[in-house]
């Protein structure tokens, strides 16, 4: 059975998807007090892509932070982080 190839319509926004969390771009002071928090630098953060469909819009650069907030039955929320690279 062949595959259907994946659509690239631009009109289609990845963040508007239930299923897709909550993705913001920490301002320098709030990543400063992250990565201080934490007790890390930004290359040992886990990485996510400028070219992620979930930051299109956010104007992200590598360096940045993204804190990614997931809705869980169990849990409630959960928080993430992750440090914006290039490809």
Known sequence: MA???ASTD???DVREHILVPRHEKLSKEEAA???????????????ILT????????G???G???KITRK????GSTVFYRGVVSE
């Open 3 to 5: 595959r259907k190839k």
């Open 10 to 12: 631009e009109s289609f």
């Open 33 to 47: 007090k992250v990565l201080e928090q934490y007790h890390t630098t930004i290359k040992e953060m886990p990485k």
């Open 51 to 58: 070219s992620d469909p979930a930051l299109r819009g956010l």
């Open 60 to 62: 992200v650069k590598p």
């Open 64 to 66: 940045d932070i993204i």
């Open 72 to 75: 869980s039955y169990t849990a």
